[in-house]
């Protein structure tokens, strides 16, 4: 009779590992993974596949972080709207059309927010305290998250810079911060 010899924790870590450092181009070295775990290739390929890969969910839902919002800006404004490009080399856990929509989602937000700036510059609606209240804590805390953007390398730095000119955010805020004098 066959024994069946489980899994450990450690033995789990140790698979991903190899895994993950002897597979090139889509293709997992098994063998050799197999040697270093004293296993056999189907059990490491086995196991991986239906225990580990299949466990994890493929693309994360969990609610976006500003750090993880400016790393997409800055992404955009590197490889343009490249979204399975940006999802391989900065967003495994995320689908590219998860990317796409959170980019455009905050370009809607941005652009209704900027007409009702609009409207109130050319006096077309009365610029209602609340509103005005509302408008300059979106923008300010997205200043805000621009200026302390310090876990950046320099290249994402420089785009986000770009993204930051492209959004005119002190210009944005400062207006904000004169119409909520006049309250």
């Not at 994890?56 to 490889?79: E, G, H, M």
């Not at 999802?87 to 905050?106: C, H």
């Not at 930051?164 to 006049?182: A, F, H």
């Amino acid at each position: 009779m066959r024994t069946v010899q489980k899994w450990t924790e450690i033995e789990k870590q140790k698979l991903v590992q190899l895994v993950k450092d002897n597979t090139k181009n889509n293709r997992t070295n098994w063998i050799y993974v197999s040697q270093q775990m004293n296993r056999t290739p189907n059990q490491c390929k086995q196991y991986h596949t239906i225990a580990i890969k299949q466990s994890v969910p493929k693309y994360c839902n969990a609610q976006w972080t500003n750090q993880r919002f400016l790393q997409l800006l800055s992404c955009v404004q590197i490889y343009d709207k490249k979204w399975s490009l940006i999802q391989k080399l900065q967003f495994p856990n995320y689908s590219p059309e998860q990317l796409r929509q959170k980019y455009y989602s905050f370009l809607k937000i941005k652009s209704i927010k900027n007409e009702q700036i609009i409207q109130i510059k050319q006096g077309n609606i009365q610029p209602q305290f609340g509103l005005v209240k509302e408008l300059y804590e979106h923008f300010h805390d997205l200043k805000q998250q621009f200026d302390n953007c310090n876990n950046f390398d320099l290249l994402n730095k420089k785009a986000l810079i770009k993204a930051n000119d492209d959004l005119n955010l002190e210009e944005l805020v400062g207006y904000l911060e004169n119409v909520m004098k006049q309250y």
